[in-house]
């Protein structure tokens, strides 16, 4: 706790004192997979902030680590964690009062943000609370104000080896999925509403990545996917198996939009009140023909699921419905 003046300008968009933390993680095989998260929490607005503490706990594997508190006066504090685990975790706690006039009821600004990340399990974790007081400073003055705002974000990547047999010719699609489930609130009196990136990416030769912003006040049982063809890997007659790769990114981060222009930030949408809490559970989908395993140590992963091949009918279908939504792009551009 400290009794110093922290005064916050909206002129800098990023938090003008902040603390972060950031976790990540990479497994020491090569091509394993690796796990993130990213949690930082400030102060902005145009008034002082007096009596401000900050708080943070980051772990990997269920193992805590350090971290540092910021100095008087210093602009933020971060912590950068790498090793050979599979989970990590962030979170971080800023709280404050308004610079009030004496006598003055006082005015707490707080806030707090978590993320957390596990390759193994294939879940992504992201909660944040941030809150916006107006107040008098100086006698006679307009009012001030001070929020506080920050970022945070998880991620898993993993590499994979797809195996069939030499003699399979049915489709190459894989399928990354991301199913959310979880609630937004935000107050949009200040102009912002608070929102969840998504971001998917599938590495292939014609892979794509996947990003859509979501605002609504439930995201339960909503899925986001994208869908990639494998071209045909490299074939070993003798052991009477093909094999090809490919990799994963997916990963979901604070987000909000101006109601005024459209324009979307990735942080949280102080000033305002919000509060959201998500759960992502990450998902590799094949055909039944497939076995996949992690490149590096062949050990397979309980987040990749097979499903029957559709009926030719149902590719037919299938397919023109694609191509219809690659006509309305095109049309959009």
């Not at 892979?207 to 995201?219: A, T």
Request: charged share 15%; aromatic share 8%; hydrophobic share 40%.
């Amino acid at each position: 706790m400290s009794t110093h003046r922290r005064t916050v300008r909206t002129a800098a968009r990023a938090p003008a004192f902040a603390l972060a933390i950031t976790a990540a993680v990479a497994c020491g095989s090569a091509g394993a997979g690796t796990a993130s998260s990213y949690s930082s929490m400030g102060f902005d607005g145009i008034g002082n902030i007096v009596d401000d503490s900050f708080y943070a706990e980051a772990s990997r594997d269920g193992v805590a680590l350090p971290w540092t508190a910021p100095s008087p006066g210093s602009v933020s504090t971060s912590l950068n964690a790498l090793s050979g685990v599979s989970d990590v975790r962030s979170m971080v706690q800023v709280s404050g009062r308004g610079d009030t006039l004496p006598g003055a009821a006082q005015v707490p600004i707080t806030g707090s943000l978590s993320a957390a990340a596990d390759v193994v399990a294939g879940t992504l974790h992201l909660q944040a609370v941030t809150t916006y007081g107006s107040y008098t400073q100086n006698a006679g003055g307009q009012p001030t104000y001070a929020y506080t705002t920050g970022y945070g974000g998880a991620e898993v990547i993993e590499h994979f080896e797809l195996r069939y047999a030499n003699t399979y010719a049915g489709p190459m699609e894989v399928t990354l999925q991301m199913t959310l489930d979880g609630s937004l609130s935000s107050s949009t009196e200040s102009g912002w509403q608070m929102g969840l990136g998504t971001v998917l990416r599938l590495g292939a030769p014609d892979g794509d990545h996947y990003r859509y912003e979501r605002f609504e006040s439930s995201l339960a049982g909503q899925v986001v996917s994208v869908t990639a063809t494998l071209p045909a890997g490299q074939c070993f007659v003798a052991r009477g198996y093909c094999e090809s790769f490919f990799n994963i990114w997916a990963g979901f981060e604070t987000s909000s939009r101006k109601l005024a222009t459209g324009d979307i930030v990735q942080r949280t949408g102080a000033p305002a009140d919000l509060d959201f809490l998500n759960t992502a559970h990450v998902q590799v989908v094949v055909p039944e023909a497939f076995t996949v395993v992690r490149s590096g140590d062949g050990s397979t992963a309980s987040w990749v699921i097979t499903s029957a091949v559709p009926e030719p009918a149902s590719w037919a279908l299938l397919l023109a419905g694609l191509c219809s939504v690659a006509l309305r792009r095109r049309m959009a551009r």
